[in-house]
């Protein structure tokens, strides 16, 4: 699998106005697709219930954004050396220039995000809102992740999800079920989720919480594409840091990348090191985070002059009357997975990367904008 994309066709920067629009229309386009998904999510959950395995192939964002997720299967695998058997399943994200693993060919495949390709195909809707075509993929992986699940509830059978590690109970969680080699619950019986029921719910809350950053941090979103352009204006340097599975690749491999100085930066996680830029004054550092703010950040930039953009759930209570920061509420909850599953314990499918993704994207846009 390759370690990078290449630099991703740029989608219009005008579009139809906020990015966060454009990307609530792509969840309600994808609305038809998740009744499409019903048949191939059956068959697949017939194969994973007689003891297949499942696995991921394609792009570096693509497959970290659906593994080890809040939400998600905790008995996915990456698809690597070993091929995978008749009775497993592969969900396959296709790049322009490679074709299915020959590790996948005799398993059952599912091919998310291309026009076309093998086994059952489904593709993603960026026309819809002018949107990055790895978004709508991340949107349609999600939906079909759903359907998946629920096909599998009416098979008798609850496979065992992740729950977020920054919650108490995550990394017991893991643990417990032995990094998903427990595929499925033994210590746990859900009632049947009927088709299309997790799908639905999970356009509906993402579209929801899209529209509510929109209305209640509409102003805090122009200030900070306002900020951007000064900072070009002058001279000076944009840097656009991230965490989670999309990203970095969603920043530093797409058009964004052209204007922010992308680089991982862990906010809330004290064991991964920072990346050790100076900061200037006049220069702009937007976080793209989690759960926590990025305290670090904010002790480096700030006194050199620099001002701070950040995305997290939590905020820093030092900076909260600081005129040079600016701090935007995301929206979805601690847990970020957001659509229930009745007599289950942890909820299912993440918001995280299609919410922060589209305020990324936003703020790219206006730091274009003239005027």
Known sequence: MKKTLRKRKNPSL?????YLLRTARTLEASRPDVAAMTAAAEEAAQRLASGGRLWATGPRPLVCE?????????MLRQLAKTPAKPGDVVLHFPEPKASLPRQADKAFVITLGGSSGPGHGFAHR???????????TVILSWLFTGELIAALTRLGKMP?????????????RIHRYKSGEIAFHGDKRVPPAAAGVLGRRYIDAVTGM???VEKEERRNLDRAGAWAREARAAGKRLFMYSMGHLFPDEIGETAIGRVFRSAVWH???????????VYRSGDLAVHIGYQHPPDELLQRARPAGARVVYVSLRADRDSARDPGVIRID????????????????VPALPASAVVNAAIAWEIYRLQALRG
């Open 330 to 345: 995301p929206m979805w909850d601690w847990p970020d997975a957001c659509v229930p599953i009745e007599g289950y314990d």
């Open 267 to 277: 906010a809330g996680f004290i064991h991964f090191a920072k990346p050790d830029h």
């Open 160 to 172: 065992v999800l992740y729950q977020s590690i920054g919650m108490y109970d995550g990394f017991p």
């Open 66 to 74: 659906i593994m080890s997720r809040a939400g998600g299967f905790m």
């Open 126 to 136: 960026a026309e819809a809102g002018d949107v990055s075509p790895t978004l709508a």
């Open 210 to 212: 899209l529209r509510r």
């Open 14 to 18: 005008a579009g139809d106005g906020s």
